[in-house]
């Protein structure tokens, strides 16, 4: 793949005319999904991929046109050369574009994954599942993405990984939901994370607790609190919502007293998550973009065009200005004293279906959901039924944040809308007092 | 390109299978945006693609690939039998009578968006920007039109064959007013005003001198105060019904939730497959169509992605359950009749049971009528936020808009407005169903779901509709 896109981009190269540019990126897959349904398959089946994105620029105009490859040289290089027709067609209507910016400074890169994937995990995960209400899907299979343009740099990354997310399901809505990702499948763990979950959906057949609406003490999973910053992450960061009075994060950049708890530094880790470190303008990210520091706002994510709008540096950040690869650091809290600590309150596993009550205030609301579980004097007592939250983030992890623990988890991001996502997030679990339930 | 694929798919058409299908989509777009006045690089995208689907003995697979040379479509279709001889599966897939239709659709078109030049419709985007810009309190703005263009081509292994093209446009402004901590929004939403045709949907919508009302609207919110929080009647405009319906009846009456498919992404249902026919899903003024049959709403088609032939179907009459939203998989795996749903959102991802129209018929009541008969409610329209459980029965949602009723008349407007409810009792406090006046055909581009994950297109129209009894907020 990395030789055609490269032979490609020379094709590109001998396309153009007078003082024109290009940069184009490729972002392809060879996938395998599985769908599950009570332990059986539901709809297997195969996707191979191949888009390009062409930015023509001529002076201060740029217009951008995407495809789909065949994978066919001969193909590949007519529609090529008919979009670039087209682009340039459309180039003659334009007016300069102040805020056009893209890399000059040529920064190769590779980064090469290496195919480890399992010839046959499938045959493993339906033994080990049909005799329960298991639901999910197995992804697998190679992500690829590339960077050319016509001032000769060239940027490459591969992985080759598969993600099995799934649910054992006890009755209607109560489930335990578990995932297993990685590059190289190993056996043992994929069976100790079934153990797991079974032994969780033992717990889900007690009878379910219900409260009444008000605050409770809880502890958010990392799998939950990654929701939260998901959340976070939609307009949160970035530095055009930022100017533009839309971030969530709008009370912490307007008024210097509002803050989150010391514990809280949160940080877009480039180097440690498993997105490309390069973007569609040929800039190269830095590997780590503090973004917020010793619960103080730190820094933006930067696009090439908000740094031209704005006149600041960019960072690599992508058209969104979304992070892309969430750290949140460790606390000191051990991870088995959660129960004890929590006393009595609630287990959160996972969150669900997140959105802003008042955004400008960061109050979101969400949905409880899977095993999320009533505690009291610290025993699991028995599985709550699904419970409305409304909080804002300056008491989750601010005023009422009790702590975070020390051990991380390392979750993988499993969304594959139009294509599988290389989003990641490295956190820790939360301990929060006086969270509140709605409805 | 579509006679080419079909010669080569009766080429590639293996032996002895229980059945097999090829999907073509081909979709051409193009989005124009102005940003505070200033054109952002056009973005245009051409994909194209296949899907080939094979039941054989019992199994199901599928191979997508945009490698559309005969070579690929039998690498392709090699691929989908080899899935297909898996095992396990949940039910046996030769036993549903797959379709084998043969039929057409068009969207109706009055002006193509190519009847004006790129240069032209920049200008009317700068126009409309430029409305936006009132004063230093509009922080942000933003006008764009989206253009897209579909042709599909669904064969079978016994000469099914049907062809569909569509048009749509989706038209958007967006205003941002600020003031200190207080951020407020005003749009012409592109997740609300998308409609199958051409540019004359900019007539038919307003969106000409919308900018400037908005951006008037966002200003009165920025001086408004916030919503009361307090248990009221609470009347709907159809850019917010549109969101109610999607969520709390739309979503829980898709068969494969009901089924369990989703449980582990989108979610389940509280909706059973023994309520069908007799549950009281809402108040007697509650009617629900599968409508596929307006010709300018967002999700018209003559068949869905499994080659169903769509029909005008009532999903819920005078608040009874009746039909679920499932295509022909679901159907055979409940034995329920439904309607024709199956739909991908693209060549890469197979069909699941979709929404597509689904729509609130109109009732009877006038808008003054509807006003003059509360005591003390609130009128709230366009969505800005929404959240449910998976059970698809506790939501929140919020809007950019809020005017206080009282006493029969519009009062102050009020910002942040938000209300909560159980969706198994709100739709039986409706109380009344607005008239044709008050009817508008909207539509949702963004409805996500699915393992792999899939965005599509669904249409939604609504009269305004009136509950009683919501329990209402607003911010901080």
């Known amino acids: ?439 | 390109m579509q006679n080419l694929i079909k010669q080569r798919f009766y080429k590639v058409i293996p032996h002895q299978v229980d059945f097999c299908s090829l999907r073509y989509l081909e979709e051409r777009s193009e989005k124009l945006l102005v940003r505070k006045n200033v054109a952002e690089p056009p973005l245009s995208r051409h994909d194209v693609g296949v899907m080939l689907t094979v039941i054989d003995k019992g199994g199901l697979g599928y191979a997508a690939t945009s490698d559309l040379s005969e070579s690929g479509l039998r690498e392709a279709m090699r691929r989908a039998q080899l899935w297909a001889k898996r095992e396990k599966t949940v039910i046996d897939f030769s036993k549903v009578a797959m379709p084998q239709e043969r039929g057409s659709y068009q969207s109706v078109l009055e002006k193509p968006w190519n009847s004006l030049s790129i240069a032209d419709k920049l200008d009317l985007l700068h126009s409309e920007s430029a409305q936006c810009y009132l004063n230093d309190k509009i922080v942000d703005w933003q006008t764009s039109l989206w253009f897209l263009q579909t042709e599909q081509l669904y064969l079978t292994h016994e000469g099914g064959e049907i062809r569909q093209s569509h048009q749509y446009l989706i038209p958007e402004i967006r205003v941002i007013a600020n003031q200190g901590v207080n951020t407020q929004y005003r749009t012409f939403s592109e997740s609300t005003y998308g409609r199958q045709g051409g540019l004359e949907i900019l007539d038919h919508t307003g969106f000409v001198g919308k900018g400037q009302q908005l951006a008037e609207e966002a200003l009165q919110l920025l001086a408004a105060p916030n919503c009361p929080s307090e248990c009221m009647d609470i009347m709907l405009a159809p850019d917010q019904m549109i969101l109610q319906i999607h969520e709390s009846i739309g979503h829980p009456l898709e068969l494969d939730r009901i089924l369990g498919d989703e449980r582990n992404y989108a979610g389940t249902s509280f909706v059973t497959l023994d309520m069908f026919g007799t549950y009281q899903y809402g108040s007697p003024l509650l009617n629900v169509t599968f409508d596929p049959t307006l010709p300018e709403q967002l999700a018209s088609y003559g068949f869905d992605d499994e080659g169903l032939p769509a029909e005008k179907t009532y999903i819920i009459r005078e608040g009874v359950l009746k039909t679920p939203l499932g295509g022909v998989m679901s159907q055979a795996r409940t034995g329920l009749s439904g309607v024709a749903n199956a739909r991908a959102m693209s060549w890469n991802r197979p069909p699941i049971d979709r929404m597509a129209n689904l729509n609130v018929e109109q009732g009877n009541s006038t808008l003054d009528e509807m006003i003059a008969s509360i005591e003390r409610g609130i009128f709230m329209k366009t969505n800005l936020s929404w959240s449910i459980d998976d059970s698809r029965n506790k939501f929140q949602f919020g809007c950019e808009w809020g005017q206080l009723i009282e006493k029969g008349e519009l009062t102050q407007v009020v910002k942040n407005p938000n209300y909560r409810g159980i969706s198994a009792t709100f739709w039986r406090n409706l109380k009344k169903v607005g008239n044709q006046e008050t009817f508008e055909v909207l539509g949702v581009p963004y409805c996500g779901k699915g393992e792999p994950n899939q965005i599509i297109r669904v249409g939604h129209a609504s009269p305004v509709c009136l509950f009683t009894d919501v329990d209402v907020f607003g911010g901080v």
């Open chain 1, 1 to 439: 793949m990395q030789d055609y896109f490269y032979a490609l981009a020379d094709f590109m190269d001998k396309q153009l005319q007078d003082d024109e540019v290009y940069l184009c990126e490729l972002t392809a897959e060879q996938s395998e999904f599985v769908r599950f349904n009570q332990g059986h398959i539901r709809q297997p089946g195969s996707v191979e991929q191949r888009y390009l994105e062409i930015d023509l620029i001529k002076k201060q105009c740029c217009v951008t046109g995407q495809l789909a490859l065949s994978g066919s040289m001969h193909t590949d290089h007519e529609r090529v050369a008919t979009l670039f027709s087209e682009l340039r067609d459309k180039l003659q209507h334009l007016q300069d574009d102040p805020y056009l910016f893209y890399a000059t400074e040529v920064h190769s890169t590779e980064s090469i994954g290496t195919n480890q994937l399992p010839a046959e995990a499938l045959t493993e995960i339906v033994s080990s599942v049909q005799a329960h209400d298991f639901v999910g899907i197995y992804a697998s299979g190679g992500i690829f993405t590339g960077f050319a343009n016509s001032l000769g740099q060239r940027n490459w990354h591969s992985s080759y990984n598969f993600n099995l997310d799934w649910s054992f399901y006890h009755s209607k809505d109560k489930a335990v939901k578990s995932a297993y990702a990685g590059c190289h499948w190993e056996t043992l763990i994929f069976q100790d994370k079934i153990t797991q979950a079974l032994a969780q959906l033992e717990i889900l057949k007690r009878k379910p607790h219900t409260i009444t609406p008000g605050p409770y003490r809880v502890y958010l999973s990392p799998t939950a609190l990654y929701e939260i910053l998901q959340l976070l992450s939609w307009d949160g960061f970035g530095l055009k919502a930022q100017r533009t009075k839309a971030s969530a994060l709008l009370k912490m950049l307007e008024t210097p007293a509002q803050h989150l708890h010391s514990s809280v530094t949160l940080t877009e880790n480039t180097a440690q998550g498993i997105a490309p470190a390069f973007q569609s303008e040929g800039f190269i990210r830095p590997a780590q973009v503090p973004l917020i520091s010793q619960g103080v706002y730190d820094s933006a994510l930067v696009s090439p065009r908000s740094a031209k709008e704005y006149g600041v540096k960019t960072n690599g950040a992508n058209d969104e200005e979304t992070p892309l690869s969430f750290d949140l650091a460790a606390g000191d809290f051990q991870k088995a004293d959660i129960l004890k600590t929590l006393d009595t309150g609630i287990y959160i596993n996972n969150l669900w279906y997140l959105n802003y009550s008042d955004r400008a205030a960061c109050r979101m609301t969400g949905m409880t959901r899977f095993a999320t579980f009533w505690v009291e004097k610290g025993e699991i007592v028995a599985p709550l039924n699904v419970m409305r939250f409304d909080e804002t983030l300056y008491n989750i992890l601010g005023d009422k944040l009790i702590a975070l623990t020390k051990e991380r988890e390392f979750i993988i991001e499993t969304d594959t809308y139009e294509k599988r996502s290389t989003g990641s997030a490295r956190l820790p679990g939360a301990l929060v007092e006086d969270f509140s339930f709605t409805l």
